[in-house]
């Protein structure tokens, strides 16, 4: 087997190419220390604009002169709809009582109220995954349908923003990871396209004594593997010291940043990325050798 | 063992193989000579596929070169070791390794590798420099270390191209009485060379290349 020999020649040249390794090394942690930042932020927006649905609400307006019975009947007919999650009925007296309790510091824009102009309402909320903007138009027209209803008011605009935003940071970030893993990809490429021919003269004398393709190949691939690693490592360290920064220092400032959740399971996966990005840099360098 | 019909090769538009036709049986030792240009390299590299034939056919053991697959030249180059005119040491690697680099080219185990590797050097009388770098040696020690590189693996055929041209008379003498030791074990030799002594008096067959024609064939 040739494969301890491909270690000790991939070892020897990354020892002997040093500085050119160490750039590359220096330059793919940085690259996956943006990508671990990226899904960072990716991650902790995924959460909070998951929390998002939880507070939207729709309003439905009653009829006036409606019997508690009609309004029952309206209840129950909600509540057996799938994507309702819960309802809450709001009469008038307790629309007012609340409009009097908002109001308390200025309680003469209610003075000379003779009777009641409020409406009883239904507040509903909706199910997590209900809450887009189509979803939310057409359980609006079905609910203006129903008898004795006679308006629906909703947040239209923060159902079509949680979508939206959402949507967007998928795809930012989307574009930075696949950017950022394109420049790992690149910097292997070329550092081991580099070191390929510098070693142009060792390898044709390879090829003369009989080598194969994949004996020639494998310490480029193992070189090239082994930057990735080592730049994962790297960046491990730089996304903990990031994280440490975030936590103990810019949270006693910015109190919000107590907030923001840290998967250190991401970190782990750091090493076998850069891995894996390492040798998909390498095997397009190397290419198909003409023997 | 060793057969060229009709062999042709050109660069470009120049001639430098035409209709070349001989024959080489297994365990014989045969000499290419001819005066500088006349495609001596030329038929060896033909030999071990550095360079492919445009006309005719040539076999090599059971290798049939004119059809033979990518994928199986470096089965064909395991079974040939070549010593090239100008070495082709790697010079960061040590004598021990340039040698068992033949070996770990096969898939050889690294614990299989010492002792033959060792034995080969021994036998170019360079027991002793395996530890040394190839700069830190003299151009016949390199050219014996070559040879080492080449007989290790124990190959069918040997190829040597210009083997002594580099080499002042005394080193070029033993050279070739290793090659002669190296055929005695039944090795066969194909020895590219202009320089007579070489041959003279070996008994063994010498092809005469001129301009790129074989123009006569005679027993040394």
């Known amino acids: ?291 | 063992m060793i057969k060229f019909k009709n062999v042709s090769k050109f660069f470009d538009s120049q001639t430098v193989l035409r209709n070349i036709n001989f024959y080489i049986d297994r365990g014989e030792m045969a000499f290419v000579t001819g005066p500088s240009g006349a495609g001596k390299s030329t038929l060896l590299k033909l030999i071990y596929l550095d360079e492919w034939p445009d006309e005719g056919e040539i076999t090599v053991g059971d290798f049939h070169l004119t059809s033979l697959k990518l994928s199986r030249v470096p089965l064909l180059r395991r079974s040939i070791g070549a010593v090239f005119q100008d070495f082709k040491l790697i010079n960061n690697l040590t004598i021990f390794d340039n040698v068992a680099l033949s070996l770990r080219v096969r898939g050889i185990n690294e614990k299989d590798i010492k002792t033959p590797a060792h034995e080969a050097l021994k036998k170019v009388h360079l027991r002793h420099k395996a530890e040394d770098y190839p700069q830190m040696l003299s151009g016949g020690e390199q050219q014996r270390v070559a040879i080492a590189r080449a007989i290790v693996a124990e190959p069918m055929l040997i190829l040597a191209d210009e083997p002594t041209g580099n080499l002042d008379p005394n080193t070029a003498t033993g050279i070739s009485r290793l090659f002669r030791e190296i055929n005695i074990q039944g090795t066969t030799i194909i020895i590219a060379t202009h320089n007579r002594d070489l041959f003279k008096g070996s008994g063994k067959k010498v092809f005469q290349l001129d301009a790129g024609h074989l123009i006569g064939e005679e027993v040394g």
């Not at chain 1, 994962?232 to 010291?241: F, N, P, T």
């Open chain 1, 1 to 291: 087997m040739a494969f301890p020999y491909s270690i000790k020649s991939a070892v020897r040249s990354l020892i002997k190419e040093k500085w050119i390794n160490i750039l590359s090394i220096l330059t793919v942690a940085s690259s996956l220390l943006i990508i671990t930042l990226t899904s960072f932020t990716l991650y902790n927006l995924e959460l909070a604009t998951s929390r998002l649905p939880e507070r939207f609400s729709m309003i439905v307006y009653l009829k006036t002169g409606i019997s508690k019975e009609e309004t029952q009947t309206i209840i129950n007919n909600l509540k057996n709809r799938p994507e309702i999650d819960n309802i809450k009925y709001i009469s008038k007296e307790t629309a007012l009582k609340e409009l009097k309790q908002k109001l308390k510091d200025a309680p003469y824009i209610l003075e000379g109220l003779d009777e009641n102009p409020l409406a009883s309402s239904i507040e509903l909320k909706l199910k997590k995954n209900f809450v887009t903007e189509s979803n939310v138009n057409i359980i609006s027209k079905m609910l203006k349908n129903i008898h004795g209803v006679d308006d629906v008011y909703y947040g239209e605009k923060i159902a079509e923003t949680i979508h939206l935003l959402k949507r967007s940071v998928e795809n930012i970030s989307i574009i930075i990871l696949l950017s950022i893993a394109a420049g790992v990809v690149f910097v292997t490429y070329s550092t081991v396209k580099i070191l390929f021919y510098r070693k142009k003269d060792e390898i044709e004398i390879f090829k003369l004594l009989g080598a194969t393709g994949g004996f020639i190949r494998t310490p480029f691939i193992i070189e090239g593997s082994a930057i990735g690693f080592f730049g994962g490592v790297l960046s491990i360290i730089g996304a903990l010291i990031f994280y440490f920064a975030i936590t103990y220092r810019l949270s006693a400032v910015i109190p919000i940043l107590k907030n923001l959740v840290f998967p250190l399971e991401f970190l782990i996966a750091l090493p076998v990325i850069g891995i894996f990005l390492g040798i998909v840099g390498s095997l397009i360098a190397i290419g198909r050798l003409r023997l």
